[in-house]
């Protein structure tokens, strides 16, 4: 297994008029799978920073206040990335008596994620293949063909079925369609946030997993980046569990900078191989 | 802090055509306010009872396949209840800066808890009440007021937002509704499914709790039942995450029994007392 | 142009408690290529009958109060169509430019009808098709391949946009479906409710129709009854215009029979003939 | 009956990359009580212009073909108005056996007014109130208060259930709210655009009508401007059937000047007056 090095660099400014509490999740998660080390995260002008881990798969988020002005939070770190590339045809859909109790509550529909809407269109488009990571890839696939990559075109209340009607959007509303046909069909899915090596244009990023043969397998379905080059920030049900900002009050992002830079020039995992980093 | 004895039964008559596998979720929960004893679960005919923990809470869960023809499960048990009853004065809403990392999912918005869609709504109505335990209370009282309690208004895929519209449903989109404008409001929220002691016509029950002064306070926007006679099964973001029975196939349920009952007759709580059993 | 004779009844039984308006759209238009005749509407116990001609198409309405108890309302009419047969050929789509005033108001969206929410779904299905009758014709055929026919699944506020997501639905969802399909492509499109021969079970029928080379041209996207045997009573952006029955105040349907016959047992017109009854 | 002056100006320029054809509401409605004088409209560069009377009550357009470049929309005209002032006590509510046959498709529910949804929520908040021109003045008045005036919060998808539960909106917002609770309690209403004198910032305005007494009366729920400055472009049953220019193709407005100036500058109509120019 070969480690991958990722260099990861984000810098936030915010305005703000009046104090305020501002929750970020931008530093990257810690896995078996995922070291991160020479981690630094400043806020210019300095303030107390609350360090949390959220939620059952400890997201990692940092707490802090806004003080009137302008104020500049800048993370950094390498992220050392072993994965896990597990043989395709491991891959299986477990039958849901197999499923472990901590992968069931993926199953459920979410906020953006209607999965309870969508049993006979997921069952009619994707019920006869083979189960597998083949019929994941399949579903990520279609995503990527019907829907059209449009920034602008919907907005943080878009769910998994408006972009179904409406068949464009960004690498968000990507996830919540891939998410809510495989929940459809029993397969457990979450959603994924992250830095992506040579995401263009350079910006946070948000993918999906799926749970086959035991392990939360990686799939992007705007394919805009190679697999190979994302850093886990966090997961959940769907973007309101990983949302890179949330603010309580008011306040403008006046800047913004992401970047996930590989040293080593490693070329990408071959298409269509499997991955896992959870 | 009396202590007081709720005795509870269910007895669900499932009938399929072909082995279907169900995940019940009607066992009462184990907490340090909640003790459960003789508790027997029985499969007729007898198959093997697959016993889980789910979710950050550890909702209990069972999982059973269901053979062709029909199958009762017939659960019974003691619960021993020691609520805490906090001051009401002491129910302050935390400040976001100030509310444990394991609670703020319960700000995001989920399935059928829109949030994320009204805040002025909650704003215009809610925004102006005193922050804590009052204002929880009277968001409860004005879902109790503006909704009609009718059985079959509402489904499986109703939402908070949806039941606003349409202002009728059943005790989980009282909930729903609750949960939403809380959460709408800043204030953590959420679903706790149940036995309720006096439910009439008897059946589980759906219920919210708030956190409020470090505690989770058990509401009920229905008042179809005293909150002093509530025993957990589980919690969770909404309705979604403690389903009593999900079905992977096709079932019917033929028959359906739920009983709490109090055998000392104790008295309920008086009314606009706060009660945490969380 | 051969002539068809089509005999028509319906009867229905309404109990009330109280005096209640009811608007009833039953009997058949009269259009220069359906005579109507033998036209017979009995309300027992009698009561006086308003007839109405109703929007721009001058649709037919009955209104009346119902006294407390119960009534019967019988309509009984034959119908002499001859419809015009167009050439498939000559059935193009018009211009924007070249469409008739009276016709525009058919490209809105409508109540049912969402046909703003679907440009990209309409043109990445059906963009590609050669323009005129064969692509309505696959739009309607679309439309039977991907829903299922299941009554009870639908609801009078389901929209073609809840019925494309949940993909079942009954006569009027399929018609508001290929309606906002044909909309979002820019082809005039409007309801038809009406009398169906050889419809199994018998009942009142939906459809559309669509304006092509200068004629509306009916279609059937549910395949329940053959086109050559419908009777139209009215049209309307869609079923909100046409209602069988509209009530003011609480009224319980006790009895209904629907029979539209064909004494003649003229066959069918071939599959895929265009046909025109507007 | 006092004659009112109103000098109307508007220009639009668009640009485009392909002939796309438009079509244009902008030009004052003729009607018994508004007369229209010394019209001018002028394309420049010139382009022959389709002049069209569309829908049941007529609405004027123009369908124009816009050639590659940018082109010019200007329109002038006098409107004379000499509105109806019913008595306020005459403006009941007609029972439903009494309404007018053209006017029941306007208790329909429509695209933007799912008054379908919302029986009890119009019941709940205004079924108390007196029948007649003070409930409807009364519900004008409730939009007004429970609305945010919010330019860029509502899209041309959003609807009067939409802008319910999120409480801002635009001029078309406001009326598509009335219209919709006033068809729920059986009230006839529809959507009007036009101009209006003393709207600031000038622009169309869109305002709503409810039938009363046998007149249509109008009404305004922004208040951005007196009701008696008011000219009729047209009316339709929601803003759906009245956009001031829909767009065959893509073009991009890159001008817009509205105006429409009352040079005797006479008083505005005492406030809770009722006025009809239908």
New interface residues.
Partial sequence: MTERIINLHSELTYSVHAPT?I?LKVAAMRTARQAISDEILTVNPSTSV?Y?????LGNR?C?L?LQPGSTTIHYSATAAIEPKHPSNADLNEL???ELP??V??YL????Y??S???G??AA?NFGHIDRGFNRVSQISEWVFN?L?YTPGSTG??STA?DV?????GVCRDYAHVAIALCRAL?IPARYVSGYAVNLNPPDFHGFFEAYLGGDWILFDATRLAPIAGFVRIGAG?DA??VAFATL?GQATLTGKTVQATDPQLVTESPSGEALSTA
């Fill in positions: 509490t929750l609350d949390l881990q959220e939620g059952p988020a707490r206040s039958d849901y008596t109790a901590e069931l509550p459920n529909p979410s906020r994620c209607e309870d809407k969508l006979k269109f009619d019907n059209s943080p209340s079925c179904l009607l409406q068949r464009t029993g049900r309101a569990d309580i």
